[in-house]
């Protein structure tokens, strides 16, 4: 029963939010479930603000499966047949792209938190669609270039033989490159993969500083146990150059210390950042990861922007999301570029050694924070058509 | 008759296909010692009788006493173990193992068995043959070969189906010697056949089988009186 | 080669990782005839129909048919010379119609066997001859059943006629009576004599009866060579036969 | 000090050790499904979802134990569950063989693979919902912590003991099989197993203890795997595949052939991440077109 | 009686999806469901009616997805010649496994296709064009012959039903046709089909080709309606998929691979967002129920139903 008279002017009376996420896959503990929590936080909080005077929310959630076909199939369906407005999350880059260009069609919105390519907001950058967490760039670039200040400045790659991992190893060495680092050589790793010791030795005899890890998920969490078991750390020491909380988490701190990476967002950064996390944690037992939080804020945000444009139209409210900084817990004063990158600041953090940690999922030293200007793609670089105007 | 003279006795024994009923109710005694036939049409049930007693058919019901010991409820293997070997109709050799693999596969269930050496002296072929597998054996030597498989167990009951088929006419009357052997060593063996020239020399005691029943008893001696009624039976 | 040879084989050999199973087998077919091959079991005969069809592949030596080198010819194509044998085994298709099995004989000459876009209609065309053959084979009432369902002499009756739709020059046939009743021999040695008009036949058989009975020439293989050669009043009293096959009567 | 193709006599050993380490691990895994698909004629494709339980009992027995039973001393170690955890799977496996396999040897061999690839699905679903994919971590024994100086290397401790303990298992299995009358039954019970029963030996007692030791091998390799990969509920499913291409190039059924074969595509792979890193996942599937070429029965299979 | 009740199976066919759109049903879903029941119904053509069960038929799907995909996308074609070309692909891919696999049957045929469907998967994901994991995304639907806009979405529904229909139509026939009855005898006999004369390997490569060209078809207009082609269509998931629709519809019906695509495909669309990762549990639960239970599928048993009625009422 939305009031109708009080709000704005609504396509079909409600506003649909549709989570779409990785449920069951390899992903599934950095979105998934928690991700679903984060945007039912939100759209709580928001209507706890707005003291329900606001309009109707609906959220729905769906397994994307990391598969595009899926996604893309769901989406279609949100869009044609459920009117939803607008679909966060999308944790793969195949996701990602495969419901960019179908909202984009269909004219709603997508707020992509989980994925990472640049792609997203570089060569396939849609008007209808928001970056909003976090892209290889950011990650690489702190993490390069902070590994490489740190004395890290020979690198080896272990990349995983698939588009994303090209994409991160070819970032992060413009860096290291770039901060007067060199690049010995790397190595392509079948995606996924199970045993890495052979790319660990040829890491090995390379006789770099670095071993950059151009991977994700269980490939990265697997090169790292076995490095360890081959006495390659601490000898060499590991780049993990896409990791998450959940990932220290899994491996634990004992074969993970010391280790940089960056991260958009960390739950024990400031007292704002804590209390939502606390909250957070009550639900899910678990810290949110910066995916997850990513999540929440960009559903507040795009809650908002409807509220102050009166419509959900998507291209008045992209206009009003784009005109209106982002100010909370996850980034201050953040705003939303043309491409669709929401540019906000990043951590650099290192790993601590288990004695260190104080309490569950005290895992890092905020080493850095890196500036928003300085942690996303400059503009210059960008391939975005939206861009050259 | 007693137990210490029959070795086996069926009574009333029915036996399924799945849905058909092929075996109506057979009712006969093997003594010890004896060779006896199951003679009949195609189709009549011999085979089925053979298996049934081994309870390879699907279901059955009635009683076979096996050297005293009711069986019509046990599994196959331990029917076996009371002594029983069987040489198959399909004849049954084991294309993956080679020919004396298949010769040494079955696990003695009695002592007294062949030795290896009397039963390459019996079938010379098998012995030239020995190493090649099972299935490049030709048509003739397959057939040797399930013979001669179960004379190494020690069994001391033989149910032999059609063994004389697709065999030269001078290995048949060989077997003929065989069989007339093993009966002299105390074998008792029940014989199905088609071909009525090599059995009736053989056997003690012939039964006529038609539709799962036997029609006809036939003891040696009455073989002469009694030809006639075998010709109608099975249109020798 | 002369016109009434059809089928000549010089110095057939085949070996089997060194064991010969046929060693230098000279056959000579008259064209018309029934040819028996017998022998000891293991003496290579149907080796040697595996040979003439290609099933297996001739270790040395030459086959001719009707003047031509079949010698390096695979077995599909051996068969569309008019060469079809028929296995120790019943070999029909089980699930199919007794129709349809010998239609499957009949169908290859209208060449429209890899014509995917034709109707099964265009098949029924064949039907009367199918019958006919039927008939000829005394299966006609049993037309409509799936073959699976027929006894076991029926059956091979109806590999015969399927054999026959081929209309083949040449029929080989390895043990046609094996594991059939009194009654049903007698039928098949009817048949397989009213089939011979007009083609040739060569068949391996261990009942000397009906060797005896059916065969003009009569080759006997013994250790993968020719023993003996002739007619069978003439090998039967061959007391190298007789000592290797027949045995001594008793 | 020569080169070859830019590589160091010294690299060129320590990736072959690390390529026959993988190696063993394809033998006992395609040796398993040799001796299953030799015996029972079925391909297992749950051999996969096997293996990962293996590796996960092992895990459970380590680290959730205690908690379940209330008492987080409890623990089962490493050198028990080499034992415990294939004993266990194949008590599920003989279940399985029991109730649903045993249905479906009259039929065509197809329904057994789609069968058990129908369990492996279950199977994996199950362990995903329960424990998702990111994977458990699972401490190497403390006794082969640390590594062996072999001077053109460090070989881990644990490497090194993942090639004698499966090297053993192979050759005891290649021993029990090819070299006592077992053997022979089980070869002959897969071609006609009412005859062989009629010989007077137990055919489905023994295809029942058949499938529970291919099963048990799988979990065997499982237990194995759990130090070195994370034990995740996926773990067995793409490596299945690839297991399988080990078994057809083998020969299938042949138990010599595949332990051979999987110790053999081991080097060959990681050779090929070595000096061209981009075609390792698919080098076995090519060689497998090849070997099929030239020998459609396997390198060690018997025509048929 | 036979072809009777065959085009009564049809004319249903024809008016469910006809009126399918119009009822309220989700048109993108349908066309989902045409493609593979088309997919599963050339698979059927192996499997049924040639004995063959090909455990790599996912690679035809697949890779006909990226070719009418980059053919349509970066070459500009019109949607026609897109599908033509990718059904072409998948042809002669299909030649090219077939001429391998065929030499060996059963278990070890199975497993020959699943392998070279595997390196054909490697091959996407290292091919530039195919975009690997993130796959080839933004394909246009444009206009078919020149005239009918497929953006809209009724208007591809037909044309996909159209298609799918023309394939079944052409399977149905290859099924009842002189090369259909020798394909038959070849699953029932194969040595005895030889020694008649035919050429018994030519026969299964021919039915090998055409399945995996409508294979290729069905997943070329899969690309085409979702406008995407992606790694899923090629992973070996997917060859799993097609045997349980065929399977669970009924293994050498006629209808049965159409009902087990509807019945999968509905099931995975209603149960992915209640249960996760439950679904491939319940999948896995309805292939075992299958093999065990009910190997004749939901088509194969209603018909022996039908049968035995039909026996009681004579
Ligand atoms: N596995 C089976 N399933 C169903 N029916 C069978 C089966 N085996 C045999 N029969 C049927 O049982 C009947 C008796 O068969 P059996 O094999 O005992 O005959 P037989 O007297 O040995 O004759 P022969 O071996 O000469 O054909 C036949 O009608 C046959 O069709
Ligand atoms: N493929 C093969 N590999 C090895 N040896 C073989 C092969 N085929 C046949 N042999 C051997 O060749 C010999 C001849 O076999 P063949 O089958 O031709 O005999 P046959 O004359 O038909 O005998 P029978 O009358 O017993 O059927 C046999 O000793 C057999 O063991
Ligand atoms: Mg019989
Ligand atoms: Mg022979």
Known sequence: QAKKDAGPNLSDGVVKIGVLTDLSGLYSDLAGAGSILAAKMAIEDFQAQEKGRAFKIELVSADHQNKGDVASNKAREWFERDQVDMITDLVTTSTALAVMPVAKEKNRITMVSGAAATLITGKNCTDTNVHYTYDTYALANGTGKAVVKQGGDSWFFLTADYAFGHALEKDTTAVVLANGGKVLGSVRHPFPGTDFSSFLLKAQASGAKVIGLANAGTDTTNSI???????ITPKQSLAGLLMFITDIHSLGLKATQGMYLTEGFYWDINDETRTWSKRFFEKHRRMPTMVQAGVYSSTMHYLRAVKAAGTDEAKAVMAKMKSTP?????AKNAKIRDDGRLVHDFYLLQVKKPEESKTPWDYYHVRQVIPAAEAVMPVAQSECPLLKK | MNADTELLRVTGLHAFYGDSHILHGMDFVVNRGEVVTLLGRNGAGRTTTLRAILGLTGTRSGSIMVNGRETIAMATHDIAHLGIGYCPEERGIFSALSAEENLLLPPAVASGGMTLAEIYTMFPNLQERRNSPGMRLSGGEQQMLAIARILRTGAKLLLLDEISEGLAPVIVQMLAGVIRELKSRGYTIVIVEQNFRFAA?????????????????VTMNELAAKMDRLHLLLGI | MSDDTILETRDLVKEFKGFVAVNGVNLRVKRGSIHALIGPNGAGKTTCFNLLTKFLEPTRGSIRFNGIDITRERPAEIARRGIIRSFQISA??????????????????????????????????????????????????????????????????????????????????DEPTQGMGHE?????????????AGRTIMMVEHNLNVVADLSHTITVLARGAVLAEGPYAEVAKNPQVLEAYVGVAD | MFEFLGITPQALYSQLLVGLINGSFYAVLSLGLAVIFGMLNIINFAHGAQYMMGAFIAWMGLTQLGGWLGDSTLQINYWAMLLIAPLLTAAIGIAIERTMLSRLYKLDHLYGLLLTFGLALIIEGLFRYFYGVSGQPYEIPEVLQGALNLGFMFLPKYRAWVIVASLSVCFATWYMIERTKLGSYLRAGTENPRLVQAFGINVPLMITLTYGFGVALAAFAGVLAAPIFTVSPLMGADLIIVVFAVVVIGGMGSILGSIVTGLGLGLIEGLTKVFYSEASAVVIFVIMVIVLLVRPAGLFGRER | MVTH??????????IAGLAAPQFGIYPTFLMKCWCFALFACAFNLLIGYAGLLSFGHAAFFGAAGYIAGHAIKVWGWSPECGLLAATAFAAALGWLFGSLAIRRAGIYFAMITLALAQMTYFAWIQLKFTGGEDGLQGVPRGEMFGMIDLTDNMNLYYVVFAIFLAGFFLIYRTVHSPFGQVLKSIRENEPRALSLGYDVARYKLLAFVLSAALSGLAGATKTLVFQLASLTDAHWHTSGEVVLMTLLGGLGTVFGPVVGAFVVIGLQNQLADKVGSWVQVIMGAIFVACVLAFRRGIVGELMALMHRIGLRRV
């Open chain 1, 225 to 231: 146990k076995q490095a360890a078991e081959f006495g």
């Open chain 1, 326 to 330: 982002v100010n909370d817990f996850f």
């Open chain 2, 201 to 217: 020399p053989l056997a003690d005691r012939h039964y006529v089988i038609e539709h799962g029943r036997i029609v006809e008893t």
């Open chain 3, 92 to 173: 029909v298709f089980p699930h199919l119609s007794v129709l349809e099995n010998v239609r499957i004989g009949l169908q290859r000459r209208l060449g429209t066997s890899f014509h995917f876009w034709k109707p099964e209609k265009s098949l029924e065309q064949l039907n009367d001859r199918a019958m006919a053959l039927l008939e000829s084979v005394d299966l006609a009432p049993f037309a409509d059943s799936i073959t699976v369902e027929l006894p076991y002499g029926r059956k091979r009756a109806l590999e015969i006629a399927t054999t026959l739709a081929l209309d083949p020059e040449l029929m080989l046939l």
């Open chain 3, 184 to 196: 049903d021999v007698g039928r098949v040695v009817e048949l397989i004599r009213k089939v011979s």
């Open chain 5, 5 to 14: 009740r065959a085009a009564l199976g049809f004319a249903a066919l024809l």
